[in-house]
């Protein structure tokens, strides 16, 4: 594993042999050799952003895990697109607290058109008005909307791999792996950076999360969101066994050797731990999405902003 690690910080991509060998490295040797990589590559600079649930519930897609899916009887709040002043409020707080990176995220496939030009109305006045840099996740859009949202100032968009695509039809059958391969294109062709990672806990195994992580570094995606299932009550997996934490910590520090200079995200699902994610911060993440989550709660952003500091973290924005 010493010779794995000495080669990826001189610049190795590692292959399918390599991931063997890390397999069977204890998790706890292999987290401080993650740490190593992420300090080598992004010093300690942590990225911290926060959402906000801009559309909730009533989604047509039939995804396994989510609360959202109108498929499953959750008790999630339901609501249209919030107004511009609702958004604009929020961002405005979060960036008091001295977040400055901001995402808006609504359910369902895809924003319509009309939803796509309110949100560009928004992106526009902050992005104008702020230093916040401007994110969001819409569903499967073409480039056209893309096109839109760049122009109106939008930095980055987010649309989840989830897992492998061998897994994928196991936990979505009304949209396909490639859908959202081709949206993630169309929007880099737009000329926007991309957020893509995944859930971990699907019932997946540990081969489906390494190929998400090869899937995401062939894409040069260098912002990638790990979360952790939190089950619902009432959908497909709301029995599915809770991750035990060494599972975590071996998943995170893999995902930093297959993808050593991105900024590796604790998302949803991190209050389940019982550290709220600190020894992830310690086995190579360096980014988390602080406050509440879509539909399930988070870490405030005060109890982040501490922990990061007390590991030796400076939040930057690049």
Known sequence: MNKILDKVINGYDINNEDIKILIDTDYTILAKAANEIRLH??????????????????????CKFCAQSSHFETLVEEYDLLDSSTIIERAMYNRKKGIKRFSIVTSGRKLDDLDVDKICSTI?????????KICGSFGLLNYENYKKLKNAGLIRIHNNLETSRKHFASICTTHTYDDKLQAIEEAMKAGLEVCSGGIIGLG???????????????????????????????????NNKILAESEIIQTIALFRFILPDAHIRLAGGRGQLSDYGKALFESGANAAITG?????????????????????YEVTYE
Request: aromatic residues 4%.
């Open 292 to 312: 509440d989550m879509l539909t399930t709660k988070g870490i405030t952003i005060d109890g982040d902003k501490n922990l990061v500091k007390s590991l030796g």
């Open 124 to 132: 526009s006045y902050l992005s104008s008005n702020t230093d916040i």
């Open 41 to 62: 590559f992004n010093k300690n600079n942590f990225d911290m952003c926060s959402i906000i649930n801009g559309k909730s519930g009533k989604c047509s897609e039939n």
């Open 204 to 238: 997946e195994s540990l081969e489906d999360r390494i190929n998400m992580a090869l899937a995401i570094k062939k894409l040069g995606i260098k912002s990638v969101p790990i979360n952790i299932l939190s089950p619902i009550p009432n959908t497909p997996f709301e």
